[in-house]
């Protein structure tokens, strides 16, 4: 029986929602289908650089999976080139109609019944019918044991004792998603599952959607009451906030109702809920019973009155205490999305010495990463850094290196001991754990947490003012970093821009000296910063 490329309508057309609608704000998807559009926001470049980095990921996998499966045995198709989606998802029932095995770029018919629309990166023809694998820019598997997991040429599904399943809440509802329309047209595999190609292109993990199927059919029913203006909903800020083209709406709304979720995040504003507590002031006030696993409000409390009372920063302790030594390394680290760390950047201070200026001294490679000569820069880096170290410990001084959360540098520092291991100057695994767990090592952000609160964040970007310090580069940031270094090493077929390795390079001192001055601010200067206990308690509290 040939499978049709439409499916009728009933008398009343449900809104159509694609696996993008079945995550994320609940407000967003009300707002989408019950007003007129407002004008997009356009992405910040993160978002921008993730998006091109996903497109550039999936024309990959589809170059090798083409390669693979072309012959005329496998009846290769790529239906992604329609112009249409309508097109398309003609293309893609011709296609399956006429035996192809192998589909890249699937556009599935409208289901106007159930209220679906969707398209996967492939699908792959079974015996019984068709299942539907999607190509992801994160990593799907980690090493371990216990996946099920099947070669890229073929789809034999087994298990892996080399890897295991990384979650993800967001591929395995778009699987679901996926099979459902299968279903609909007559096409799907008579078993429920699906696949997902990861970053690692060298096997796809195989979902067993059964009880996937059961979550997804509560969250289309929930989805669809919301689209159609049954379930009612209201904003809360959330992350995916800031790049909403709701935001100009839901923000002075929550603002006027001191919503609680201008000072907390989602998961708390939950919680906050189940006792009543909805607002900033409500909050501020509150001395009733804890929300279930919660074992103390102080932060939170403490941010709704710094919010009350226009306080952008407070401070937790009286005394403000940081680590300090007599050779001092402010460290920070650039790197381009996962393809490796361009750039150490270090400031040198030598208390001892009055004579010895304080130096940035830059380690950095400019061919377009990733490239072996990232070894060169990261060993030159280390070798210096641990000279410095051993050099002041040698003179009877004390010694610390500091970054600005370590969680990036211990990242690189650790992943590029093992990408390059072998190779001169590089440190083995074990010595560079040596160093991050030892007192050597300075996390000024966590310094930041156990004696600071702000309303605003811990960004370097937010506290750093308070010590007086501001950027050159108006623009200063890690998303604008991506940018600047795509035209620094001329990854987009142009001319080398040196102005924008300049600028990189003074961006990254300017962050190194930030942290410098931060932390010499924490050390003496940070106690005109209101303290929290001394901030007005509401008159009004709630829960008593």
């Not at 893609?92 to 990166?121: C, F, H, Q």
């Not at 001395?287 to 102080?298: K, M, V």
């Not at 790197?335 to 030598?350: E, I, K, M, V």
């Amino acid at each position: 029986m040939a499978i049709r490329s439409s499916v009728p309508s009933g008398p009343k057309r449900p809104p159509l929602l694609s696996p993008r609608d079945l995550s994320g704000c609940e407000h967003r998807l009300a707002r989408d289908s019950l007003y007129p559009k407002v004008a997009p926001v356009p992405d910040d470049p993160s978002v921008a650089l993730r998006k091109e980095a996903a497109n550039d990921h999936r024309e990959r996998v589809r170059d090798m999976l083409h390669g693979l499966h072309s012959d005329e045995l496998n009846r290769w198709a790529d239906v992604s080139q329609g112009r249409t989606t309508r097109a398309r998802a003609k293309a893609t029932v011709s296609a399956m109609n006429a035996g192809a095995k192998w589909i890249w770029g699937a556009t599935l018919p409208d289901d106007p019944e159930a209220g679906r629309r969707g398209w996967a990166e492939l699908l792959i023809k079974l015996d019984s019918g068709f299942v539907p694998v999607i190509v992801v820019n994160h990593k799907s598997f980690d090493p371990g044991s216990g996946a099920v997991t099947s070669p890229v040429w073929t789809w034999q599904p087994s298990l892996d004792e080399t890897r295991k399943v990384r979650s993800n809440a967001r591929d395995t509802t778009r699987l679901a998603h996926l099979y459902r329309m299968l279903q609909t047209l007559g096409a799907a595999a008579a078993t429920p599952a699906g696949g997902v190609i990861g970053l690692d292109p060298t096997a796809m993990v195989v979902h067993d959607l059964t009880d996937a199927l059961v979550r997804y059919d509560d969250l289309l029913t929930r989805r669809l009451g919301i689209a159609r203006g049954r379930v009612p909903t209201a904003p809360s800020r959330i992350g995916e906030c800031r790049g909403c083209s709701w935001w100009s709406a839901c923000g002075p709304e929550l603002e006027q109702a001191h919503d609680v979720s201008l000072v907390v995040n989602g998961n708390l504003t939950q919680m906050l809920a189940t006792v009543g507590v909805r607002t900033i002031d409500e909050l501020a006030g509150y001395d009733g019973p804890l929300p279930e696993g919660l074992s103390n409000l102080d932060d939170p409390i403490l941010l709704a009155r710094a919010y009350l009372a226009n306080v952008k920063l407070i401070r937790r302790v009286r005394d403000v205490e940081v680590a300090r030594a007599d050779v001092e390394v402010d460290i920070d680290m650039e790197s381009y999305q996962d393809d490796g760390a361009y750039l150490w950047g270090t400031l040198l201070t030598d208390n001892t010495d009055p004579q010895r200026p304080v130096r940035y001294i830059p380690f950095v490679t400019w061919t377009p990463l990733p490239t072996e000569d990232e070894a060169r820069s990261f060993a030159e880096f280390w070798g210096w850094l641990m000279s410095e170290k051993n050099s002041a410990i040698a003179d009877g001084k004390t010694f610390a290196a500091y970054c600005y959360s370590q969680q990036a540098e211990n990242r690189w520092l650790l992943g590029s001991a093992d990408r390059f291991a072998g190779y001169p100057g590089i440190p083995t695994g074990d010595e560079v754990n040596e160093f991050i767990n030892s007192g050597h090592w300075v996390d000024i952000y966590e310094a930041v947490s156990r004696n600071f609160l702000s309303p605003e964040g811990k960004g370097l970007k937010k506290v750093a003012p308070h010590a007086g310090f501001g950027w050159r580069d108006d623009e200063a940031g890690g998303e604008a970093s991506m940018q600047w270094y795509r035209r620094a090493v001329g990854l987009d077929g142009d001319d080398i821009d040196h102005t924008q390795r300049v600028r990189l390079l003074e961006y990254n001192e300017d962050d190194v000296r930030a942290t410098k001055a931060l932390r010499e601010w924490m050390d003496g200067g940070a106690q005109h910063i209101p303290l929290g206990s001394d901030l007005p308690v509401p008159l009004h509290q709630t829960g008593s």
